[in-house]
């Protein structure tokens, strides 16, 4: 794949959902679960991108798991995620999103980018 160069067309996003009722087993099986797809996804040349900030960052909040360095303004934006997600997917109250990754097609690109990342070689000692 780092050989050749793609272009990102509109995609999708894949929520994956768990119980409220979590434990770290469940947890751990929602992100194996992803992990999956995702290879699964980029096997058949698909594009993923794992979107944390809109999901993972609001499990965390309503699981009282949030990272100590979160603006306060953005921990209350957080809070109310699963009542939006609730809404927006009709969900039943029983479950919370936990993981979502963007997804899209993969399609080969008709010329030349240059990537401005250096070289890990260059980086590395």
């Given amino acids: 794949v780092a ?4 272009l990102h067309s ?5 929520f994956f959902l768990q119980e409220k009722a979590n434990t770290k087993k469940s947890l751990i099986s929602v992100g194996r679960a992803a992990m999956r797809v995702w290879l699964f996804l980029n096997k058949e040349n698909h594009l993923v991108q794992p979107t944390t900030v809109c999901s993972m960052l609001g499990y965390q909040t309503q699981n009282n798991m949030i990272p100590t360095f979160i603006r306060d303004d953005y921990q209350e934006l957080f809070k109310k995620s699963q009542s939006l997600w609730d809404k927006f997917f009709n969900l039943s109250g029983t479950q919370q999103v936990v993981w979502a990754l963007r997804v899209g ?3 080969p690109n008709t010329k030349r980018i240059i990537s401005k990342r250096q070289s890990v070689n ?3 000692d």
Avoid: M
């Avoid at 050989?3 to 793609?6: A, G, L, P, S």
């Avoid at 509109?10 to 894949?14: D, E, F, K, S, V």
């Fill in 105 to 107: 097609k993969a399609l």
């Fill in 122 to 124: 260059d980086v590395i």
């Fill in 10 to 14: 509109a995609g999708y996003i894949i």
């Fill in 3 to 6: 050989k050749r160069n793609y």
